[in-house]
């Protein structure tokens, strides 16, 4: 089945079903998440539409579907390699250890690892973590990070895995949890939808710096070449800037303000030679 499922390309796949299907993990906002409307939206998924779009003009398929399939931080892997879904499209770290299974393309946007404590904690820095609880989303870079961080400093930090990003944030406002450890930009999030945003600080030196990129499947790299084509055009066109702006500047919906992050030094950087090429151990 595996070795079926390989034969044929994804661009061959998507022609014979005029079907683009797109991954993504839901409740990453503004990366990735369900609208007021009902629809998927967000800053990666508007990425991605583009490239659909694309797809559209290039392959004459006119009348080409996008389809989009909830995963979580587990199943978005199984999705792409059996050839389920075509692109993954949220919050995805382009690292050493992903690269071996799955391939990605141009980043679009850096994240620092930090932390998201109750404010009455006294919890300011990773030292303040002695003996303590923390939650982290399941198959994340950050357990492995926590894990030697707590072992080099002799922190005893006790890990509790979850699903979704909501557990993770719940746990801490029950006091299950003594800190949520994720992607500062995802932890901010919180921060402006919860009734109560005073009560919750994003504390930590960065842990790690953490690239995303939209996922594919291993193993195809006409298609990584088409994807990575239509990453650069969206580059070079000054199009990403807009869509940055549209999700990071402006309020993300009719309840949710803006979270006001100018685009980093670093992206904008990365984006004057767009590559795929980032570096980590």
Known sequence: ?????????????????????????????????????????????????????????????????????????????????????????????????????????????????????????????????????????????????????????????????VTYNEEAFNSVEKGQADAFVMEDVLLRRYLLSVPHPERYMVVGDSLSLEPYGIMMRKGDPEFKRYVDLQMVKIIRSGEIFRIYDRWFMKPISATIPAMNMPMGYLLRDTLRYPTDKVADE
């Open 1 to 161: 089945m595996s070795l079926q499922v390989h034969a044929e390309g994804t661009l061959d796949k998507i022609k014979r079903t005029n079907t683009l299907v797109i991954a993504y993990l839901n409740g990453t906002m503004p990366f990735a998440f369900v609208g007021d409307d009902k629809q998927v939206t967000g800053y990666t998924i508007e990425l991605c539409r583009r490239i659909a779009e694309e797809m559209r003009k290039d392959f004459k398929l006119p009348q080409m579907q996008v389809q989009f399939m909830e995963v979580d931080t587990v199943t978005r892997f199984i999705a792409l390699d059996q050839n389920k879904a075509d692109l993954e499209c949220s919050t995805s770290t382009n690292n050493a250890e992903r690269r071996k299974i799955e391939t990605f393309t141009v980043p679009h946007f850096f994240a620092s690892v930090r932390m998201l404590v109750k404010a009455n904690s006294g919890i300011r820095n990773w030292e303040d973590l002695r003996g303590r609880a923390v939650v982290v989303p399941r198959n994340t870079p950050m357990v492995k990070q926590i894990e030697e961080r707590s072992k080099v400093r002799s922190l005893g930090i006790r890990i509790v895995e």
